[in-house]
C-alpha cells in the first residue's frame, strides 16, 4: 500500500511539469490595443487601425479592424502571402491593378491573393470599416507599399470606355 502510494506521488510529481507547460488560451481584452492613426504616406484621408493580433510563431498573421473616413483609402500595395479582407460597416470600393473598381459592403468577403496590386477604402460619402487578416512572409514583412491611388483611379474615371461610360 505505501508503494503504490510512493508510486502515484511519484507519477504526479513527474506529470506536473509537463502540464504547467501546455499552452492555454489567452484573452486580449478590448480596449487593450491602442488605435495607431493610418499613415499619411500609405493613406488618403483619415483611416484609423485598431490591431486585434500581431503575427506569431504559432499563427503567421496578423488582424485588425481598419476604419477609413468617407474618401479615404489605401495607397496601392501587395502582400507577400495574401489578406483576407471582411467589411463589416459601410460601402467601398477595392480595385486589382489593371481591373475595374469594385464596390464592397457588409459581409462581403474578399480574398487579395500573394504578390496582387490592390488598394481598398471608403465610397466618397461613406465611411467603412473592414477586418483583415495578413500572412506575413519568413522575414516578419506582411505588406509592400506603392504609389498612392490617383483621384481619378480611386473615382473609376480611368475605366471609363469609349462612350464615356464608367463601371
Same mark, same amino acid.
Given at each position: 500500500?505505501?508503494?503504490?502510494?510512493?508510486?502515484?506521488?511519484?507519477?504526479?510529481?513527474?506529470?506536473?511539469?509537463?502540464?504547467?507547460?501546455? =499552452?492555454? *488560451?489567452? @484573452?486580449?481584452?478590448?480596449?487593450?490595443?491602442?488605435?495607431? #492613426? &493610418?499613415?499619411?504616406?500609405?493613406?488618403?484621408? +483619415?483611416?484609423?487601425?485598431?490591431?486585434?493580433?500581431?503575427?506569431?510563431?504559432?499563427?503567421?498573421?496578423?488582424?485588425?479592424?481598419?476604419?477609413?473616413?468617407?474618401?479615404?483609402?489605401?495607397?496601392?500595395?501587395?502582400?507577400?502571402?495574401?489578406?483576407?479582407?471582411?467589411?463589416?460597416?459601410?460601402?467601398?470600393?477595392?480595385?486589382?491593378?489593371?481591373? =475595374?473598381? *469594385?464596390? @464592397?459592403?457588409?459581409?462581403?468577403?474578399?480574398?487579395?491573393? #500573394? &504578390?496582387?496590386?490592390?488598394?481598398?477604402?471608403? +465610397?466618397?460619402?461613406?465611411?467603412?470599416?473592414?477586418?483583415?487578416?495578413?500572412?506575413?512572409?519568413?522575414?516578419?514583412?506582411?505588406?509592400?507599399?506603392?504609389?498612392?491611388?490617383?483621384?481619378?483611379?480611386?473615382?473609376?474615371?480611368?475605366?471609363?470606355?469609349?462612350?464615356?461610360?464608367?463601371?
Amino acid at each position: 500500500m505505501k508503494l503504490n502510494f510512493i508510486f502515484t506521488c511519484t507519477l504526479l510529481l513527474i506529470s506536473l511539469p509537463n502540464v504547467a507547460a501546455q =499552452p492555454k *488560451q489567452s @484573452i486580449s481584452e478590448a480596449g487593450s490595443r491602442p488605435s495607431i #492613426a &493610418g499613415p499619411e504616406q500609405f493613406f488618403t484621408g +483619415a483611416a484609423r487601425i485598431d490591431p486585434l493580433f500581431p503575427a506569431t510563431d504559432e499563427i503567421n498573421a496578423s488582424a485588425a479592424y481598419v476604419t477609413f473616413e468617407p474618401g479615404t483609402r489605401t495607397a496601392w500595395h501587395i502582400h507577400p502571402k495574401g489578406q483576407q479582407i471582411i467589411v463589416t460597416q459601410g460601402v467601398g470600393y477595392t480595385q486589382e491593378w489593371g481591373k =475595374p473598381r *469594385q464596390q @464592397i459592403k457588409p459581409g462581403d468577403v474578399i480574398w487579395c491573393p #500573394a &504578390g496582387i496590386k490592390h488598394w481598398h477604402g471608403a +465610397a466618397p460619402k461613406t465611411a467603412m470599416t473592414h477586418l483583415v487578416v495578413t500572412g506575413q512572409d519568413n522575414e516578419g514583412r506582411n505588406v509592400s507599399w506603392l504609389e498612392k491611388v490617383s483621384d481619378e483611379q480611386y473615382l473609376g474615371q480611368d475605366q471609363a470606355d469609349k462612350t464615356g461610360k464608367h463601371p
